[in-house]
Nanobody, 124 residues
């Protein structure tokens, strides 16, 4: 079992930045693929970014490319999402996810562990 705890959410003005953290505990997290998803009110949960277990591979949703950066520090069992140039449409609950099979695709099906989420609100 892996437990994921997100932090770093909050209220920020449009154009601002936030860094989300996802701390993992339990099994060896360094072998897990990881991703960030988000869910806005009355919308489906959508893919934001993902990272391979080594950190060398990353992918992003088109809507966040060039603004968000995903990274991980396996020594700290933590995955990060640096969010810059935030827009009102980035407002959502952000969820961290991990894949025990090492996958890091854009689909929710790749992930078998999820955090509780952290709220990000961007005011325009």
């Amino acid at each position: 079992q892996v437990q994921l705890v997100e932090s770093g959410g909050g209220l920020v003005q449009a154009g601002g930045s936030l860094r989300l953290s996802c701390a993992a505990s339990g099994r060896t997290f360094s072998n897990y693929g990881a991703g960030w998803f988000r869910q806005a009110p009355e919308k489906e949960r959508e893919f934001v970014a993902s990272v391979s277990w080594t950190g060398a591979g990353t992918q992003y949703a088109d809507s966040v490319k060039g603004r968000f950066t995903i990274s991980r520090d396996n020594a700290k069992n933590t995955v990060y999402l640096q969010m810059n140039s935030l827009l009102a449409e980035d407002t959502a609950v952000y969820y961290c996810a991990a894949s025990s099979r090492g996958g890091w695709g854009a689909g929710r099906i790749f992930y078998d562990y999820w955090g509780q989420g952290t709220q990000v609100t961007v005011s325009s």
